[in-house]
């Protein structure tokens, strides 16, 4: 599974990324700017991008904006992440296209399986809940 994960904060990324990578192995690609995003999913084939909601220059919504309007990734799976507590974000941000809403703070033992579940994909292998000790 090819990842590219986008957040302008770096601890963000940092930890998102390691998470993707150590408890579902997939291939992680990371950036901190709207435009880089845009850059790597119209040159690279990914399977899903992870992206922020407010960031600096260009936003979440104006990188998916651009993503819908390019054949290219038209139909790329996109689920926001947002500290935002706004009622109406997450319904707006599926009329514009998202796949999915996850909110931080996430569990990093398990959002490798919160995104897979909104993929359609199965959960991991592993017992994580053993991992962690519940």
Do not use: Y
């Not at 998102?16 to 291939?27: E, Q, T």
């Not at 309007?69 to 998202?98: E, M, Q």
């Amino acid at each position: 599974m090819r990842v590219l994960v986008v957040d302008d904060d770096a601890d963000t990324v940092e930890v998102l990324s390691l998470a993707l990578v150590s408890f579902r192995g997939w291939d992680v690609q990371a950036v901190t700017t709207g435009a880089r995003a845009l850059e790597i999913c119209w040159s690279s084939r990914l399977d899903v991008v992870l992206l922020d909601v407010e960031m600096p220059v260009l936003d979440g919504p104006g990188v998916l904006a651009a993503l819908r309007g390019d054949p290219r990734t038209a139909l790329l799976p996109v689920v926001f992440v947002t500290a935002l507590a706004d009622p109406g974000l997450t319904s707006r941000l599926h009329a514009l296209g998202a796949t999915a809403v996850l909110h931080k703070p996430f569990d990093p033992v398990r959002v490798g399986d919160q995104v897979a579940e909104f993929l359609g994909l199965p959960p991991s292998p592993v017992d994580l809940g053993t991992r962690r000790g519940q």
